[in-house]
């Protein structure tokens, strides 16, 4: 098999190094127009970082660094989340168990934990990003914050919705059975999973997935709170979380990074 060799190229005007490879004939039939998940740990000059380039004729975006020999490494990163992507989409769907459910939002559970307990920020972070989850949870609001990866500052956001008590605003607002609010909140952090293990999962698997990640970053709120106050006693619900199964598409194409998923 011939190996297709990609080097980091330079757009115009631009001080980024940009990574651009063809997509497979295959992939495009069936996933054209889809976007991936890839990430870069950070290195000694630029800070993590996570994308969703969309899948066309060919698979282009910026590597977010000038530094040469950081493009590169961040280049073969790139690839080889992508080719385990791939592998995830001929696969195919699959339906996942509830083992299997809990054990992936466990993934979640730890990427908030060990990304802020260091510096937890206060208990009041905490306190308005666990009321924008119940809110996106209990269908109440549509237009919330998508969760990233950075830490949540959304205290302003949460006043101006709720007011000053949070849990009285939050009642205030009708429920509702719409699931709109729970993808844009949760979505981004159940492809960065899904994309992490090579998976494609159908509809109803992420409906179940997206109220599981949902109650594992508000039990991480709920640590980090305490963390926040100075209580950095042992989590019981740290233990929740099953191990992780081998996926069908990491048997078939086993590797270290984060990939892509539909």
């Known amino acids: 098999m011939v190996i297709q060799m990609t080097s980091p190229t330079r757009r115009l005007n631009s001080t980024l190094l940009q990574f651009r490879r063809r997509v497979p004939a295959d992939i495009l039939r069936v996933a054209q127009n889809e976007r991936v998940v890839l990430h870069f740990p950070k290195n000694n000059i630029d800070p993590q970082l996570f994308i969703q380039p969309k899948l066309g004729d060919v698979v282009s975006f910026s590597l977010g660094t000038s530094s040469k020999l950081a493009a590169k490494v961040r280049t073969s990163i790139a690839v080889a989340q992508l080719e385990r992507a791939y592998q995830a989409i001929r696969a195919g769907q699959v339906t996942l168990s509830q083992r ?103 509809t109803a698997s992420r409906y179940k997935l997206l109220m599981a990640v949902d109650q594992a970053v508000t039990d991480a709120a709920y640590a980090l709170k305490r963390n926040a106050d100075g209580d950095y006693s042992p989590d019981p619900k740290a233990d929740r979380f099953p191990a992780i199964v081998q996926s069908r598409a990491e048997s078939d194409h086993s590797g270290s990074y984060p990939v892509a998923a539909k």
């Open 100 to 202: 299997q459910i809990v054990a992936l939002s466990g993934e979640i559970y730890r990427l908030f934990v060990e990304s802020f307990q260091e510096n937890p920020g206060t208990p009041q972070d905490w306190a308005s990003f666990k009321a924008l989850n119940r809110a996106a949870r209990e269908g109440r609001l549509e237009n919330l914050p998508p969760i990233g990866f950075s830490f949540p500052q959304e205290n302003d956001v949460a006043t101006s919705v709720f007011g000053q008590d949070l849990t009285k605003g939050v009642d205030s607002l009708p429920p509702s059975t719409n699931s709109i609010a729970l993808e844009r909140r949760f979505g981004g952090l159940v492809s960065w999973v899904l994309g992490l293990h090579a998976i494609l999962i159908d």
